[in-house]
């Protein structure tokens, strides 16, 4: 998975990382990969989109509810409660 | 047809303290199970609704075993189906799946057609509304059947795909239910029934939401009950289906939020399919009980057959097997309590590994007594019966296939799990020593992904490190060290597979399903390892040894004859138990071995 030197997640930098994660699961070029559209639309259905999350919570360091991502289908909509999210906790 | 007015809520669910008809809870430190085992030894008896001859005819029928579930509900196991913060006697799930598996010993018909109002009520336990579930819980007590519908004529485990429909009415005076569910246990009996329904028009995992249909709400036509189908084994269960007519439910019949059934059937399903595990060891008790007495009974040219050297070393590789069930049904359970968290893992671990387990049991004693005429040993088909039934537990609840699936899905946090020992330790004491109490089950704690992996895996180094200093200070054998260090080489090299797995979305390369078979087994060893070192005073070290030779041979790794020679310490276990007892690691560890 790639890696990131992020150390203040905002929600452009886990945006970035976010849709380099989805394009390696989907062995798909990364700007392929619009973050305004649902991830189901790409296949990434309900339970195997929370492998995402699992990669997330290891790059990150952190404990996330998996169900973010179904709160938040897309990838600006995720990257955008992350980083509300992480910087409540941080 | 949409013009119900829907009864007042207290007018099924109010019961006067004391009316139940079920016996009250009983004082702390009773112990239902020697109670239930003690009324199921006499109801087996001659004429007894669990007698052999009885379930066989109501079998041969297809017909429900409705006195043999009446006597269960009057001695009081639904109240096992109840948490005791909504006023059942549920406070540790080890109990419901001892007191389920001691059914299931004597016919798994009855187990599946009475266990299943858990199932049943359990959304409501882990997501209800705290009143109505207390309400669910008297009805319970009194008797009330509950049955849950998830699944639907064609779309077999996808639950996304689901076309029943839920509705808000206007002004938002209940829900308006439509469509079919079909190939549902107990639809058709059931006084309450959990259903998932589609609640927004485009679907997805928030488009779902659980209702508690109380049928005796609806008006008179909001529901047609489908005929009973048919099946292989089971033969006398209500396995059947219903059509719901624009049925008006009350508001207060939404589970949870609106949009969260999925969430919550998926962590409930994490503590039912972790509980199916009792149907099936209480199949493989029977089974070997069985086998046990045809062996010692019948003989070939004049030796009985329990002498003949192939036929021990096959009965010792079949109680090896019902061993590992139960080491992995007992940590499960227990981990329901103490490892919460990883129940996405362990669940799918246990609902795919223990039926095949008991499963290949079977198949094993047909093998290599089938031709002898195991199957009608006693004279009613008992053993073609549980044969039979014991297929379906491999099926409902999430089949195999489907939790494998889950498995594969979380290889890359298991495996590096794995490789960091993340683990954690308290969790796996807890869970692994049944000499420790259990802290409370807390449902907020279920997560539909384990954050940590599962620590019963990844604890197995250290477990046989240990193994290895206890050999060293010739507290262990060397046979035992020796084994141990295959079991942890082929973990080792598992995860390292587990890791390299790659796959796109829904396209699980078929490979994958075989290394999370292996990761049962190594899962399963693991179990047994950890409850041996808790306690290895109370277990034969020999009884481990003969898993793990189990485990190995069924990973493929090399097994010496010798080492073979511990499955027929099982085979004797087996035979020189008293009828009726078949070697149990719950009974060893606690001290209360027949």
């Known amino acids: 998975m790639p890696e990131s030197d992020v150390e203040i997640h905002t929600a452009q930098s886990l945006g970035r990382w976010l849709t380099e994660c989805v394009a390696v699961h989907l062995s798909r070029p990364a700007d392929t990969i619009d973050s305004a559209v649902p991830l189901s639309d790409y296949g990434l259905d309900s339970v195997y989109a929370l492998s995402v999350i699992a990669e997330l919570e290891d790059h990150l360091d952190v404990s996330l509810d998996p169900a973010v991502m179904w709160d938040n289908p897309t990838i600006d909509a995720l990257s955008k409660a992350l980083a509300e999210e992480l910087a409540l906790n941080g | 047809m949409t013009t119900t007015t829907p009864r007042s809520p207290g007018a099924t669910d109010a019961a006067a303290p004391g009316t139940s008809a079920v016996p009250a809870a009983p004082p702390g430190g009773y112990d239902a199970v020697p109670e239930l085992v003690r009324l199921l030894d006499e109801l087996t008896g001659d004429e007894g609704p669990f007698s052999g001859a009885a379930l066989a005819a109501l079998d041969t029928r297809e017909a429900f075993p409705a006195q043999a579930c009446r006597a ?59 009143d109505r579930a207390a309400r669910l819980g008297r009805r319970i007590g009194e008797g009330a059947v509950v049955s849950c519908a998830l699944t639907e004529r064609h779309h077999g485990s996808d639950l996304l795909a689901g076309e029943v429909t839920a509705r808000e009415a206007e002004g938002g005076a209940g829900w308006h239910i439509t469509g079919e569910k079909w190939l549902i246990n107990n639809i058709t009996r059931a006084d309450l029934v959990t259903v998932l329904a589609r609640t927004s028009p485009a679907g997805g995992p928030r488009g779902f939401s659980l209702f508690l249909v109380d049928k005796s709400r609806l008006a008179p036509g909001a529901l047609t009950p489908l005929p009973k189908v048919p099946t292989y084994g089971i033969r006398g269960a209500d396995i059947s289906g219903m059509e719901f007519h624009d049925a008006l439910v009350p508001s207060d019949a939404l589970i949870g939020e609106a949009g969260h059934g999925v969430e919550i059937i998926l962590k409930a399903l994490h503590i039912t399919r972790t509980g199916c595990v009792a149907m099936s060891l209480g199949a493989g008790d029977h089974a070997l009980d069985l086998a046990a007495r045809f062996t010692t009974a019948t003989t070939d040219g004049g030796t009985p057959l329990a002498e003949l050297p192939h036929v021990r070393r096959e009965l010792g590789a079949a109680v090896a097997g019902l061993l590992l069930a139960e080491a992995t049904g007992l940590v499960a359970v227990r981990a329901v309590h103490a490892l919460t968290g990883e129940m996405s893992v362990v669940s799918a671990v246990a609902k795919a590994y223990v039926p095949a387990q008991v499963d290949d049991l079977v198949a094993r004693l047909l093998h290599t007594l089938g031709p002898y005429g195991l199957l009608d040993a006693d004279g009613h088909g008992s053993f073609a019966k549980l044969e039979r039934d014991h297929r379906i537990i491999g099926i409902f609840d999430g089949s195999s296939l489907v939790n494998r699936n889950a498995l594969v899905d979380q290889f890359p946090r298991l495996s590096r799990g794995y490789r960091k020992g993340r683990r954690d330790e308290q969790g796996l004491v807890e869970a692994t020593d049944p000499g420790v109490p259990l802290r409370p089950f807390r449902p907020q704690a279920l997560s539909l992904l384990s954050g940590i992996g599962a620590s019963v895996v990844a604890g197995l180094p250290a477990a046989v490190d240990r193994v290895h200093d206890l050999a060293a200070s010739e507290a262990a054998s060397d046979r035992l060290a020796s084994l141990a260090g295959r079991l942890r080489q082929a973990a080792d090299r598992l995860h390292e597979e587990m890791a390299a797995v790659r796959f796109a979305p829904r396209a699980v390369p078929g490979h994958a399903f075989e290394l999370a078979e292996r990761y049962e087994l190594c899962f399963a060893a693991a179990a047994a390892l950890h409850l041996w070192l808790r306690r290895p005073d109370r277990v034969d070290e020999a009884w481990l040894r003969a898993c793990l030779v189990l485990v190995l041979t069924e990973l493929g790794e090399p097994v010496g004859d010798t080492e073979r020679e511990d499955l027929d310490t099982l085979a004797d276990a087996l035979l020189t138990a008293r009828p009726g007892a078949v070697p149990s690691l719950i009974d060893s560890l606690e001290g209360t071995t027949p």
């Open chain 2, 72 to 130: 269960l509900d009057e001695f009081g196991l639904p109240r096992y189906y109840v948490p005791v913060e909504h006023g059942g006697s549920l406070d540790d799930f080890s109990t419901v799946m001892r007191l389920l598996r001691a059914v299931s010993r004597v016919d798994l018909t009855v187990a599946a057609a009475h266990g299943k109002t858990y199932l049943g009520a359990v959304s409501t336990w882990i997501a209800g509304d705290p």
